[in-house]
């Protein structure tokens, strides 16, 4: 019994029985010690047994509280230990949802942009509760990126560490786009190694004119989508005009290398001279090869 | 008391007679009035017509309400007047 106060008293036992029993309280493990009896009552009729026992000559006092009383006291006597214990608790239990900092390492660190969102999106956000973070859907999401190949998520205390692994050897992006001339002129030379040459060596094409199709034909003449890989070389034509105080052969070789720092690949260049506020205007017009390439880094 | 009671009923004692003694264990008295001695080694009760001293070895009351007293230590004998 858990609710018995045990008291201690200078009195004879014959005495103290007949007064609790004559008070009707019921007495529990009676002991005599020398002198000093012990007893113990029900809680609720300790301050009945001390009006019972008040005379000072039986220098009465408990000797043990009650379960119950006992812990009250205990715990009023160390609140501030309780409620360090009831704090410290809460946040173990509080911080294994909360995530404090999303880190994002391995060599895919450049995409932490990209990673952070989709784990916003999978419910971890910093400096926040995070119950359901659902890894494996993050964890997909995060692979489907371009050029993820390996992806881990863990929680490291109030840390959320997600290690994301690029393929380095490859970084260079596939296009799938089809090859288009970049300048106005003529096809002086197309490779196709893959995909389908639009156009054929000597014909006419403007900027922005397909040159190699991303797909392939088969035979029944069936269109496929493929990769466009391959380079044209196209004849083009340009002009510019220079000014100089007076005519003459070194103007002359400035103006003819001033094309040739627009290209590279001139083929030929002619030009002509004007007079023109009081110096001269030489006009150069030159025709160039342009490469344009896909895929074939 | 309803406990001790199936106790003692477990043990072999018959609840209706003024008092049960089991060895070692303790005893069990009946329309006691008033307890006119105590002491680790005797005990001395007053039930209606007479007295009953209860000897034995580390004896407690360790109950007793209502004329019912449990007795609990090794009881040795028990003797009348």
Redo the contacts between chains.
């Keep these: 019994m858990n609710n018995i106060v045990e008291f201690s008293i200078t009195c004879p036992?014959?005495t103290a029985?007949?007064k609790?029993?004559k008070a009707?309280?019921?007495?529990?493990?009676?002991?005599?010690h020398g002198s000093t009896l012990t007893?113990g009552v029900l809680q609720e009729y300790s301050e009945k047994v001390f009006a019972i026992f008040s005379h000072p000559c039986y220098n009465i006092t408990v000797k043990r509280h009650s379960a119950k009383t006992r812990a009250v006291t205990f715990l009023k006597r160390r609140f501030g230990l309780v409620i360090g214990a009831l704090v410290f608790t809460a946040a173990a239990v509080v911080s294994g949802n909360v995530v404090m900092r999303i880190k994002v390492t391995g060599n895919g660190s450049y995409l932490s942009g990209q990673i952070i969102s989709i784990a916003n999106e999978c419910g971890a956000r910093e400096w926040s509760l995070c119950k359901k973070l659902d890894a494996p859907l993050m964890q997909a999401k995060i692979l489907a990126l371009p050029d993820v190949n390996f992806c881990s998520v863990q929680r490291e205390g109030a840390y959320l560490i997600i290690d994301v692994r690029t393929e380095e050897e490859h970084t260079a992006r596939v296009n799938y786009q089809p090859l288009k001339a970049d300048v106005s002129g003529e096809v002086y030379r197309i490779v196709a190694i893959c995909g389908t040459a639009e156009r054929a060596q000597g014909d006419k094409v403007n900027a922005g004119d397909v040159l190699i199709g991303a797909y392939e034909l088969t035979e029944e003449g069936e269109s496929n989508p493929c990769l466009a890989v391959g380079f044209a070389e196209i004849t083009a034509s340009a002009s510019l005009s220079l000014y100089y105080d007076k005519e003459s052969e070194e103007n002359a070789q400035k103006a003819l290398k001033a094309a040739a720092l627009y290209s590279d690949r001139i083929v030929s260049q002619s030009y002509t001279v004007a007079p023109c506020d009081g110096g001269v205007k030489y006009d150069v017009t030159f025709s160039y090869i342009q490469t344009v390439a896909i895929n074939m880094e | 008391m309803k406990l001790l009671q199936q106790i003692l009923r477990e043990a072999g004692a018959d609840l209706d007679k003024s008092f049960t003694v089991i060895p070692s264990f303790g005893g069990y008295f009946k329309s006691v009035k008033?307890?006119?001695?105590?002491?680790?080694e005797r005990i001395v009760l007053a039930l209606n017509k007479m007295r009953l001293t209860v000897v034995g070895e580390k004896l407690?009351?360790?109950?007793?309400?209502?004329q019912d007293l449990f007795i609990r230590g090794n009881i040795s004998g028990v003797s009348f007047e």
């Design positions: 036992p014959e029985l007949k609790l029993t009707n309280i019921a007495v529990f493990k009676l002991k005599k007893f | 008033r307890v006119e001695d105590y002491s680790p407690i009351i360790d109950k007793y309400f209502q």
